[in-house]
């Protein structure tokens, strides 16, 4: 999970290099079906921008904001074509 400030960008940029996963349990059975990374972004916060002095301070409400989803045969194809690590990009939809 990757917290977001304000402003959109990360609460700790030193821990982004360090986050990632590695699936080991798919098979090549599983590898010939559509499958997909998806990624919620939950907004943490209030309810409305504008509600600040309202309601306790302590209460936060976890709110879905947008959704972001890639394709795991694009990410096989792309690294078998360039033979090295790759950064992908998912646009999140809001």
């Keep these: 999970m990757v917290r977001l400030n304000k402003n959109g960008g990360p609460r700790n940029p030193e821990k982004i290099d ?9 098979s090549s059975k599983d590898m010939k079906r559509d499958l997909y990374i998806v990624a919620h972004v939950i907004r943490i916060g209030r309810m409305l921008l504008n509600d600040s002095k309202k309601g ?17 045969m694009d990410v096989l194809q792309s690294i078998s074509e360039i033979k090295e690590e790759k950064d992908f990009v998912l646009k999140v939809y809001t």
């Design 18 to 26: 360090r986050m990632c996963s590695l699936f080991t349990d798919l």
């Design 56 to 72: 306790p301070p302590h209460l936060h409400y976890r709110r879905p904001y947008g959704c972001a989803v890639l394709s795991i």
